[in-house]
Each structure stands twice: as structure tokens, then as C-alpha cells.
């Protein structure tokens, strides 16, 4: 089991950047894929990015590939969401999500998602 905390949210203006952070308490992190979820007032929550338990796997959203890179660090138990380019569309409260199950790395649906963060606001101005 673990148990996800996310970090790093704020406010940017337009064509900025920011690193999202998620650490993950337990002593089992590499067994989790990770995926990244943002979610808007009045929006369903909304695939972002993925990374396999290696980290040597990514799946992005068309919205974000090119301006968003996934990565992690399985010995310090956490998963990253670089976001650079940002646009006011971007604005929106980001999860994290860990799934052990086989057959959902890379997934884009959040019910194959077993254990979720608190979520960290991002706005984007303007």
C-alpha cells in the first residue's frame, strides 16, 4: 500500500514552468505504476501522463506531450510532472495516482487507479 502526497502546485504566468512532485509513502514504490491527473471545477478528472514502474515507460496526453515529461525516482519513493509552456487551459487541481495492477501501466482512466493524492492547485494567468 501507499499513499500519495503531492507538491509543488502555484501560480504561473503563461509560458512558465513548474515541477509537481509526488511522494509516495511504503516500502513497495517500484511495484506501483504512476500516473499524473488533473481536474477542473465542473470537469471530470482528466488523464495527464503516465510512467511504468522503471520509469522506463511514459504515455502523455496529446494536450501536454511536448510541454510535459514524467519521470521518477524509485529510490526516493516519488514521481515528478515537469510542466513547462504552461497555458491558462493547464489550470486545475493535479493528482497522483499508483496502481499495482499489470495490466494498467499507462492507463488513462482513474478507476484503474487504486490509491490517490490529496491534489495540488495549478493556475496559469494570462
Known amino acids: 500500500q501507499v499513499q500519495p502526497v503531492e507538491s509543488g502546485g502555484g501560480l504561473v504566468q503563461a509560458g512558465g514552468s513548474l515541477r509537481l512532485s509526488c511522494a509516495a509513502s511504503?516500502?513497495?514504490?517500484?511495484?506501483?505504476?504512476m500516473g499524473w491527473f488533473r481536474q477542473s471545477p465542473g470537469k471530470e478528472r482528466e488523464f495527464v501522463a503516465a510512467?511504468?514502474?522503471?520509469?522506463?515507460?511514459?504515455y502523455y496526453a496529446d494536450s501536454v506531450k511536448g510541454r510535459f515529461t514524467i519521470s521518477r525516482d524509485n529510490a526516493k519513493n516519488t514521481v515528478y510532472l515537469q510542466m513547462n509552456n504552461l497555458k491558462p487551459e493547464d489550470t486545475a487541481v493535479y493528482y497522483c495516482g499508483a496502481t499495482s495492477r499489470r495490466t494498467a501501466v499507462g492507463g488513462k482512466t482513474p478507476a484503474v487507479y487504486d490509491y490517490w493524492g490529496q491534489g495540488t492547485q495549478v493556475t496559469v494567468t494570462s
Open positions: 510512467v511504468s514502474w522503471s520509469g522506463g515507460n511514459t
Open positions: 511504503g516500502r513497495t514504490f517500484s511495484s506501483y505504476a
